[in-house]
Antibody, heavy 113, light 111 residues
């Protein structure tokens, strides 16, 4: 069974940092593009970042460019999202997504003093 | 990057059908899209991939009450024989040059 499970969320102060992880199982992780998508409270889905199967290409949404970094460890079947210089508007549930067809359950990130 | 437009809400009676629209801007009128369902308080769930030709592929475990179709730059999701559990937000999504774009979602209410 395909599964992606996020972890690492929490409460952080403005300007702080956090690293999210997404553990994959049930498929050959190293074959797939992987995405991060977020959803602010009461709002819609917003694409955040993507990384290609070998990690050599990464692309970001405009609102997070220069602050967030996506990476992966294919030996550990794990996707990461490093969140730096966090702002209140980054408060959201962050979802890991395989290609376009499997979603994780999400992890809450709250940026507040 | 693509612009994706969805109506904000739709409603239909239990057991009837509802058809949702996802409109792409003309520059991306041939794009493949995906549809996703998000029930209240839950993570999104992939429903289908839908091509400009109207060919669609349902995700694993998605009932065949869900179907897709296309006309020009418009993509449609039809839910037949509505169940109460179909009450949810429905998002379409497509991709451009190194970006992915979600529509704002359509809230479906089952009466």
């Amino acid at each position: 069974e395909v599964q992606v499970v996020e972890s690492g969320g929490g409460l952080v102060q403005p300007g702080g940092s956090l690293r999210l992880s997404c553990a994959a199982s049930g498929f050959t992780f190293s074959y797939y593009w992987m995405h991060w998508v977020r959803q602010a409270p009461g709002k819609g889905l917003v694409w955040v970042a993507v990384i290609n199967p070998d990690g050599s290409s990464r692309f970001y949404g405009e609102s997070v460019k220069g602050r967030f970094t996506v990476s992966r460890d294919n030996d550990k079947d794990t996707l990461y999202l490093q969140l730096n210089s966090l702002r209140a508007e980054d408060t959201a549930v962050y979802y890991c997504m395989r290609y376009y067809d499997y979603w994780g359950q999400g992890v809450q990130v709250t940026v507040s003093s | 990057q693509p612009v994706v437009t969805q109506s904000s809400s739709a409603s239909a009676s239990l057991g009837s059908s509802v058809k949702l629209t996802c409109s792409l801007d003309s520059a991306f009128s041939s794009n493949v899209i995906t549809w996703h369902q998000q029930q209240p308080g839950k993570a999104p769930r992939y429903l289908m991939k839908l091509e400009g030709s109207g060919t669609y592929n349902l995700g694993s475990g998605v009932p065949d009450r869900f179907s897709g179709s296309s006309s020009g730059a418009d993509r449609y999701l039809t839910i037949s024989n509505l169940h109460f559990e179909d009450e949810a937000d429905y998002y379409c999504e497509t991709w451009g040059s190194n970006t992915r774009v979600f529509g704002e979602g359509t809230k479906v209410t089952v009466l």
